[in-house]
């Protein structure tokens, strides 16, 4: 009836380096799926992933994030990494519409199956798809007769140059390394000559217990005739009991991409909260689409009813603060106990799991956090985080990777940019959890950036986020800056609060935070050292006290933390590495 789907996500893969443009020149694209003895040289590899947690795991690098092993390894961003991966299919897909679906590559790569070059894509975020139906085989080898190929190139060195396009790994978070890999799951999927390609929805508030559900769905007619067609979808409990409501649809549906919209009116609805505000009730949408009563395709997305505004800020006239900053969820103020999320539990993506994001989040609301600011220093987050925030009823600010830079102006990098937002958007737009949606970080920040075209940049990424979803977007943090201001910003808008640790307790923070004016503070900032035994995980034992070169090496603002143990105890506390690490973390809460 529907689609059948083959994970090729595992360790199964095997991975070799290459010189640029030697693998081409070694014909590698070209090798069949028989086993011929090729690769027992090559190193195996999981997808998803990323090429230096592979090499780590077959021990060509050391751990990277151990002492100063970042940069014994930056050799491996000079070289072309070539995955393969020998899978088989199944008989029932022949006479079906199949495609090999990648969910994420960083950044930009070449396909090859079965010799066949499928094409070439560039940008971390967006997903790609090949239409693999006459080059796919069927024949029945040991591991499989289709061979696939994967050219990652070196990644990019320059961030300005693909920025909103990939992780930024300018600032002080890597040592050296730039981040890249098959960083999310491949698949193929076998369809009929019709697929349901995404589903949206947008909720309002007609009163306090009936919401309207704005659904629409993209439908691909892969044939190339008009298709009649019954779209049937189905508003049910998740998590929550509740009336069942059905609506049907006939369309006509013309070759390529078709939308079709409709609203469903939901009584008696269970609304989804902030964990603090209420209930965390989530509803399954499904869509089915028939033709003569008989299942095509089908498609399901858990979604919550809720709806997100913004309320201007009270005591702020708009000579100070053009902009609403207060979050009102389903009508109600949503006061924010916000922190920054400091990036995925590893910036190598082979070093995350489930685990890891389901034991971060749960001490996130342990620490009575309600919000969680994804700032443009990292990437949006993979599905599972926005599932669990949904879950837990943490709400989630995601700005775009674009930070600190003043960027192109071309058209060519602009199109590239909004692409990679809009991906972005459609993948994450229907999480309750997901309240806000930012342009930048850091953006009006200096000289060159108000000489740049970063604020036509921010408009413009808006205008297409605002055809995407209904939830609110901002331009970019701060927007209060003296470089903001100089652009035309207005003076009470937002700030960092951060001052006070960059000036290592020059002003005092009893007087520091009191002082500050702002409709809203996106980044607030508080130094400290790490527990000891986590300062084991990646300082050697050596450096570790009298402190060693690794300190430094992994960001420590050693004279900083020095400078506000001062301010608070009158004392550096340099006794002892237990006494420098209690106080530092003491001294700021």
């Known amino acids: 009836m529907t689609r059948e789907v083959i994970e090729l996500s595992g360790c199964r893969w095997q991975m070799e380096r290459m010189r640029p443009g030697q693998g081409i020149k070694e014909g590698l694209h070209l090798l069949p799926a028989e086993y011929q003895g090729t690769h027992f040289s090559w190193n195996f ?8 947690t592979d090499l780590w ?23 072309e990494w070539w995955y393969c991966h020998r899978f088989a299919v199944t008989e029932s897909m022949q006479g079906k519409k199949i495609v090999l679906q990648f969910e994420g590559v960083d950044y930009s790569c070449d396909v090859w199956l079965n010799g066949t070059h499928l094409g070439r894509h560039e940008g971390m975020f967006s997903a790609f798809e090949f239409d693999v139906s006459d080059v796919v085989s ?11 190929m994967i050219k990652l190139d070196p990644p990019p060195k320059n961030y ?6 990939k992780v930024n790994f300018s600032g002080d978070y890597f040592s050296g390394l730039v981040p890249f890999g098959i960083w999310r799951p491949v698949r193929v999927v076998a369809s009929e000559q019709l697929k349901i390609s995404s589903i949206r929805s947008d909720v309002r508030l007609e009163n306090s217990n009936t919401a309207l559900v704005d659904a629409s769905y993209e439908v691909m007619n892969y044939s190339s005739e008009p298709k009649q067609v019954t779209l049937l979808s189905q508003l049910s409990g998740r998590n929550c009991q509740t009336e069942t409501i059905h609506q049907q649809s006939v369309h006509q549906l013309a070759p390529g991409i078709n939308t079709f919209s409709h609203t469903i009116k939901v009584e008696d609805a269970k609304l989804w909260w902030p964990w603090d505000m209420g209930q965390q009730h989530l509803y399954s949408l499904q869509v089915e689409v028939q033709i003569d009563d ?7 997305e858990v979604i919550g009813l809720r709806e997100v505004s913004m309320a201007f800020n009270p005591g702020y006239s708009r000579e100070q603060a053009e902009f609403p900053w207060t979050f009102v969820i389903n009508g109600k103020k949503h006061f924010l106990r916000s922190a920054c999320w400091g990036g995925q539990p590893s910036f190598l993506y082979g070093q995350n799991s489930l685990s890891k994001y389901e034991d971060r989040l749960a001490m996130v609301k342990q620490a009575n956090i309600n919000n969680l600011r994804i700032f443009g220093w990292h990437p949006p987050e993979v599905p599972d985080f926005y599932r669990i925030c949904d879950e837990l009823g943490i709400t989630v600010w995601t700005n775009f990777t674009l930070a600190t ?12 940019v909004l692409h990679e937002c809009i991906e972005t958007v459609k993948q994450r737009r229907n999480h309750p959890s997901q309240i806000f949606w930012m342009g930048g970080e850091e953006v009006f920040f200096s000289g060159a950036h108000e000489e740049s075209g970063n604020k ?18 901002g331009l970019a943090s701060p927007l209060s800056s003296e470089s903001a201001v100089n652009m035309g910003f207005k003076p009470n808008e937002s700030i960092h609060a951060n001052e006070h640790y960059y000036q290592g307790g020059a002003e005092f923070m009893e007087e520091y935070y009191p002082a500050l004016d702002c409709a809203i503070i996106p980044e607030l900032t508080a130094a400290s050292a790490p527990s000891i035994p986590s300062l084991k995980k990646f300082i050697p034992e050596e450096e570790l006290w009298p402190m060693g070169p690794s300190w430094a090496y992994h960001w420590a603002d ?7 143990n001062f301010e608070v105890f009158n004392d550096y506390k340099m006794g002892s590495l237990e006494e420098f690490v209690d106080v530092a973390r003491e001294s700021k809460w």
């Open 456 to 473: 036509a940049l921010m408009e413009r990424i808006g205008e297409a986020v605002a055809d995407q979803t209904n939830v609110p977007y």
């Open 405 to 416: 830079q003043a960027y192109p102006k071309d058209p060519e990098f602009i199109s590239g």
């Open 45 to 52: 590899a999981t997808v998803p992933g990323d090429v230096y």
């Open 57 to 79: 795991r077959a021990n060509e690098i050391a751990d990277p994030y151990f002492g100063r092993n970042m940069h014994r390894a930056k050799w491996v961003a000079e070289y």
């Open 138 to 148: 069927f024949e029945d080898w040991r591991g499989g007769a289709n061979m696939l």
């Open 160 to 165: 300005r140059n693909c920025g909103g396009k």
């Open 294 to 300: 008989s299942p095509v395709d089908s498609c399901a």
């Open 558 to 564: 050693i004279d900083i933390l020095k400078n506000l």
